[in-house]
């Protein structure tokens, strides 16, 4: 029979009896022997081992690791009386504590544990964690971590004995920690730390093999977020993938290949589909290109396609041999649809021959009102000493024409026509007065927007004299009155001179400088400075003057009409030599409403 009975420390244990008959040798019964075993530690043993064994197929069917470790935690507590265990789960990448299961604590650990960062709290968890060694606290009420949130929920329950025993991933990485907590410190049994240990044992395979599914999905998800941004990036490059045999004429083509070649996607790869889009002119090129293909070399070429809408497409077309199966070349590649980088570099080339045809009609500008400046100050200036001669020249001829002649009158009127002839002869040698002052006509302009106008005409040539510009444009400016067509032409001159001022220069950088700033209210000024070869000192005040050059095959007149331009315009400009190499040449305006008297300039 078995039975239970009550053992010296209170304890209920199974027994089992066995009653054999003792008998005398004529057979009469003299008494019994009563045989009791202690069975408890064999009936825990087979409890267990059931219970392992169901446990462990709920590992097997793919159970929740939640749901496994409650029900170790059950086995647990029905083994060993007076004990309260707890699981908890780390997050894959080990900064997160999850709640496993916990046996009459599970509310208040959850609170404190699950979704909690690892290092939040130095309780006995979080440090048996981190140390990946098993941590004791003997007597929680006079341990210093009496005042973590475990301490207080411990102590709050009557628990004073904590153990957190590390569970390893098989990788030696913490991957969970089995708490014990009891009443009073007690020292776990042989019996009792078997159980413990096959519990920590069963929970380990149940939180690896939940680690490992939780990997799988991550992995598949990025896979899948992977394969979504190539996607997305072929789409936005307008860039299609390949693989391919070409001797086999097996193919796999992405989603963007379909799209780029206008291909049915239910279609079946082959290069006769492709071929039926290449345009008729290109198709020489595509079929040498497949060529080269057998041949096993590396392709790189543009060609041209039409899709069904009757639209051409530009294509380009990068395939290069990856491996052999067997004698047969294996290609990866990519097809680009660089139809619209053509359209935008055809329309790049059109905009620098539209702004070197603009360059030119500006320069033509420029000769034009030089041999306007030119011709009208010469007019205007010689007109009056022509006049003066021939009204000399008949009144000479009509006093030498009296009866008698009036020889001193005619000598008086011949030293007037010298005179004339000789004021004459000094304006065509220095055209002191080379420019009219009629005003010329105004609109609003922007400083900066004709400085940026210039400096696209003139990025040609400093590219090709490599020569680096730097525009400093002051924001907001307000806006001057003048004449639009001369203020460019007069930026034009002074960018101009400071190209040929550093054309040869070779012991330091080209660099060219544009600023303009409101100096003050009313005043606006632009200034280029170059680091050529600079000016004099003594040539500053001359560089304005018509006719005076320090080039060698210089007219000495673009200055001059510069000055002449701005000074019909209200400012001034002037030349200065940099404190380093080269020189500034600038020039100031009246912004608009701040009219300058002319007549004192």
């Known amino acids: 029979m078995s039975y239970q009975a009550l053992s010296a420390d209170g304890t209920l244990r199974w027994l089992e009896a066995q009653v054999v008959q003792i008998r005398i040798q004529n057979g009469e019964l003299a008494g019994y022997c009563v045989l009791q075993t202690d069975v408890q530690d064999s009936r825990d043993s087979s409890h267990l081992l059931g219970q392992e064994m169901e446990i462990l197929e709920m590992v097997a069917r793919g159970a929740p690791s939640a749901s496994v470790l409650q029900r170790l935690c059950d086995v647990v507590a029905d083994l060993v009386p007076d004990l309260v265990c707890g699981f908890l789960e780390l997050s894959l990448d080990r900064k997160l504590f999850r709640m496993g299961a916990a046996t009459r604590l599970a509310g208040e650990f959850r609170e404190i544990f699950d ?38 929920i411990m102590l709050a329950n009557g628990l004073n004995y904590c153990k957190a025993i590390p569970i390893l991933s098989p990788y030696g990485n913490t991957a969970g920690i089995l708490a014990i907590l009891r009443h009073q410190q007690a020292d776990l049994g042989p019996r ?16 690896d093999r939940t680690r490992h599914e939780e990997a799988l ?55 006769d589909a492709v071929r039926e889009r290449v345009h008729p002119e290109d198709l020489d090129l595509f079929d040498f290109e497949m060529k080269r293909g057998f041949a096993g070399e590396d392709a790189d070429f543009v060609f041209r396609i039409i899709r069904t809408d009757g639209t051409l497409r530009f294509i380009r077309g990068l395939a290069r041999v990856t491996h052999y199966i067997g004698d047969h070349p294996v290609f990866m590649g990519t097809v680009q649809d660089i139809t619209e980088t053509r359209r935008a570099e055809d329309a790049l080339r059109r905009g620098e021959e539209a702004l070197a045809k603009a360059r030119e009609e500006l ?18 200036e010689v007109s009056q000493p022509l006049s003066g001669i021939l009204a000399n020249a008949n009144a000479c001829v009509r006093l030498l024409a009296l009866d008698p002649p009036n020889i001193a009158s005619a000598t008086d009127t011949a030293r007037r026509t010298i005179r004339d002839t000789m004021r004459a ?32 005409l003139s990025a040609r040539d400093m590219r090709e004299k490599f020569i680096v510009l730097e525009a400093r444009l002051a924001p907001e400016l307000p806006p001057v009155t003048g004449d639009r067509i001369q203020l460019q032409q007069v930026i034009l001159n002074m960018v101009l001179n400071g190209i040929e001022a550093m054309a040869e220069t070779e012991e330091r950088p080209r660099r060219l400088l544009v600023r303009t700033a409101l100096v003050s209210e009313d005043i606006l000024t632009l200034s280029i400075s170059d680091a050529g070869v ?60 701040k009219p300058t008297d002319r007549s004192a300039t």
């Open 363 to 380: 320069a033509y500008v420029s000769r034009v009102m030089t041999i306007s400046a030119l011709t009208t100050s010469i007019a205007h």
């Open 115 to 152: 979704g909690r960062s690892v290092i939040s709290d130095k309780n006995p968890c979080s440090t048996a964690a981190l140390t990946k060694r098993t941590v004791e606290i003997a007597n929680m009420a006079e341990s210093d971590q009496r005042e973590t949130s475990m301490g207080e």
């Open 425 to 456: 002869t000094e304006v065509i040698k220095r055209l002191r007065a080379m420019f009219s002052r009629q005003s010329p006509p105004m609109e609003k302009i922007d400083l900066n927007e004709i400085a940026r106008e210039v400096i696209a």
């Open 192 to 207: 009792e730390q078997q159980i413990v240990d096959r519990a920590k044992h069963i929970a380990a395979i149940s939180i």
């Open 217 to 271: 999905v991550r992995r598949e998800t990025q896979v899948e977020q992977s394969q979504a941004q190539l996607v997305a990036a072929q789409r936005i490059s307008s860039t299609g993938s390949f693989t391919s045999d070409i001797q086999r004429d097996e193919n796999i083509w992405s989603e963007e290949f379909y799209r780029i070649f206008d291909l049915d996607p239910k279609l079946e790869p082959s290069i």
């Open 534 to 593: 600079g000016i004099a000192a003594e040539a500053a005040d001359k560089m304005f003057e018509p006719f005076f050059t320090t080039k060698r095959d210089g007219m000495g007149i673009g200055l001059s009409i510069s000055r002449s331009i701005v000074e019909n315009h209200g400012g001034r400009m002037w030349a200065m030599s940099n404190d380093g190499p080269g020189a500034t040449f600038a020039f100031s305006l009246p912004s608009l409403g």
